[in-house]
């Protein structure tokens, strides 16, 4: 092989760029804790633990943020992870393969709708239909519970976590069929031949092999929900309190950013919700990290970009 | 003295067994059903609510004040346009250039770094980005502009277009390098007029999917480009982009504008869907055409 320098040159040109990534990363981290740092110095670790809100006195806390977002991922898990890995069996176990490509293409479709089309919906379809008939039953049949007492909104915990559940979903089920397919067919074989079913085969041989892959795709998926903004901004009711109710409104890392950042007037405003962005970034670069080591363990580097879409 | 029958404690669980694994199939294939219904769901409404307030009026007009009828989201769909096209501009030469360095050129360590931080920038919140344009372009500059948004948007396609570009370039065969190699064209030919133009059309697939993800993204957009009920004179101005206005028009409190919210939903929600089938449709015949990757 030749080596003039012309290909020298187009070696070091093109190593530029990604370069130029990594520096993008480091400049996000460098630009965020540099414009927080007037928050960072003032409220040190007390950000993390006062209630206080209060833009008129310069007061910041983010805990009812951080409460808040801990309540709707948690929850948008507990509803996401049986329907996703649920699916994700059935389209790589069961459904015939016309009808699992089918429906694949359609639950794709379900991860290509914005966030904002899901906040419309959510506001014009979901909370009336909660506000009306869900809430009112829960209240009646499991009242006795904290959870489901208080006045009934419409808008609030539930119905954002609810919302969060469909946006996640899809990323859980298509990176667990990726993983629950790359099982070995002589697995699954061995074990028909020693007379197990098909779901006992599923549950000991396939989940077995697979749980890895399925953990690191709900972590994703948690990553996803804690950065998720625009429908839980329109839905969540936005308002600073902790309550274990999940009817009463609430409010999020992400959605007190889009809502306040525009109209933050004071040098600390900004900070503080910078320094929130800067806290939304950190813990999601480590979900991600964790996530992507569990899943390429499975799946051995290979992106899944394409396939999946995350 | 009773005697243990086996055989019939065994039929006993064997039934149970089976007829589990029966049931099962139904409960498993609900979880998919519940999910098609969100769907259609959705997607019913966007139509029943969308198509009254959809007419020539919408793509050719701008947003009238409140209280006056008609009115449309035409500075809007032109905005999204633009901002497109500069996140087109600042995010494809990035992830292109590095697509095509991991697969030709990048020693492994590199590379598996490379793809690491490409993966973990692909789950950075987009709320991030905005506020990361914000800060090095809106506050420099003092004003919201369409170029900061497009930064934003752009930096969110970086991190697709790398791995598909390089996926796509790795689906070259290799004797068609070696045949370029053998006829005497440096590398930097042979990755040029040979690697490049016969992976184009994936690369321009995953181009599109960037571009669909990145075309309904709102967030970014909050603090950047900051939306415009008026048309834009240049890109240091604030600027207009469909998903802001479905997201003011949403949370008014104006029934004519939460119409016009349905409306900009299903033209928004029409273009992201034609792109994501066109290109899926693309990597199936592809995948076929090439025996899987």
């Not at chain 1, 749980?211 to 690191?216: A, D, L, T």
């Not at chain 1, 994703?220 to 929900?225: D, E, N, P």
């Not at chain 2, 095509?100 to 980005?129: K, W």
């Not at chain 2, 480009?225 to 004179?233: D, E, I, L, Q, S």
Request: glycine letters at 8%; hydrophobic letters at 55%.
């Amino acid at each position: 092989m030749r080596n003039d320098t012309s290909d020298i040159f187009f070696k070091y040109f093109l190593a530029l760029f990604p370069c130029l990534i990594l520096l993008l990363v480091g400049g996000i981290l460098y630009q965020l804790l540099s414009s927080s740092s007037l928050a960072i110095h003032k409220f040190g670790f007390k950000f993390f633990a006062s209630r206080t809100w209060d833009p008129v006195i310069d007061e910041f806390g983010a805990l009812p943020f951080i409460f808040g977002t801990c309540l709707t991922s948690f929850l948008a898990l507990l509803i996401a992870v049986p329907i996703g890995v649920g699916s994700a069996i059935y389209l790589a176990e069961y459904a015939p393969s016309s009808v699992s490509k089918a429906i694949s293409m359609l639950i794709d479709l379900l991860a290509a709708i914005p966030s904002v089309i899901y906040g419309l919906w959510g506001i014009f379809v979901l909370v009336p239909l909660m506000r009306n008939n869900v809430q009112p039953f829960l209240g009646k049949y499991l009242g006795f519970l904290p959870f489901f007492q208080g006045p009934n909104y419409g808008v609030g915990v539930l119905s954002a976590s609810i919302i969060l559940a469909i946006i996640i979903v899809p990323f859980i089920i298509s990176i667990s069929r990726e993983v629950i397919m790359t099982v070995p067919k002589v697995y699954k074989e061995a074990s028909y031949a020693l007379g197990a079913t098909r779901w006992e085969t599923i549950q000991k041989v396939i989940l077995a092999h697979a749980k890895v892959g399925i953990f690191g795709a709900i972590i994703l998926a948690l990553g996803r929900a804690i950065g998720e903004t625009m429908a839980v901004t329109m839905i969540i009711g936005n308002n600073p309190n902790m309550t274990f109710s999940l009817f009463s409104p609430g409010y999020t890392l992400a959605s007190v950013i889009a809502n306040e950042f525009s109209e933050a007037t004071s040098e600390m405003y900004l900070s503080a919700l910078i320094e929130i962005g800067l806290v939304l970034f950190i813990v999601s670069i480590v979900v991600n990290i964790l996530a992507r080591l569990l899943i390429w363990t499975v799946t051995s580097g290979e992106s899944l970009a394409l396939k999946t879409g995350v | 003295m009773s005697t243990v029958n086996f055989d019939l404690i065994f039929e006993r669980t064997k039934t149970r067994r089976y007829l589990w694994d029966k049931l099962i199939v139904y409960v498993l294939f609900l979880c998919s059903a519940i999910l098609l219904f969100m769907l259609f769901s959705i997607l019913s409404h966007l139509v029943v609510h969308g198509i009254s307030a959809l007419n020539v009026g919408f793509f050719i007009h701008l947003p009238k004040p409140v209280g006056e009828p008609g009115g449309g989201m035409a500075n809007a769909i032109v905005g999204t346009l633009t901002l497109l096209s500069l996140a087109v501009m600042f995010g494809v030469p990035i992830g292109l250039a590095s697509g095509i360095y991991l697969n030709e050129y990048a020693n492994y360590r590199f590379a598996q770094l490379i793809r690491f931080t490409t993966d973990v920038m692909n789950g950075i919140p987009s709320i991030v980005f905005g506020i990361f344009a914000y800060v090095i372009c809106v506050v420099p500059m003092k004003t919201f502009s369409a170029f900061s948004g497009g930064i934003a948007l752009g930096l969110m396609m970086i991190p697709m277009i790398t791995r598909t570009t390089e996926q796509f370039v790795r689906m070259v065969p290799n004797q068609l390098r070696e045949a370029g190699l053998a006829l005497g064209a440096p590398k930097w030919r042979v990755i040029v007029d040979i690697v490049l133009p016969s992976s184009l059309g994936g690369i321009m697939t995953g181009i599109m999917v960037a571009l669909a993800r990145v075309a309904g993204e709102t967030a970014p957009l909050l603090f950047t480009a900051f939306g415009n009920r008026f048309w834009h004179h240049n890109l240091m101005q604030p600027i207009a982009a469909l998903p802001l206005q479905i997201f003011s028009y949403a949370i008014s409190p104006y029934d004519d504008w939460h119409r016009q919210a349905w409306a900009g939903a299903i033209v928004l929600i029409i273009v992201v869907f034609a792109i994501n089938l066109f290109s899926s449709l693309f990597v199936a015949r592809r995948n076929k055409f090439l025996g899987g990757r």
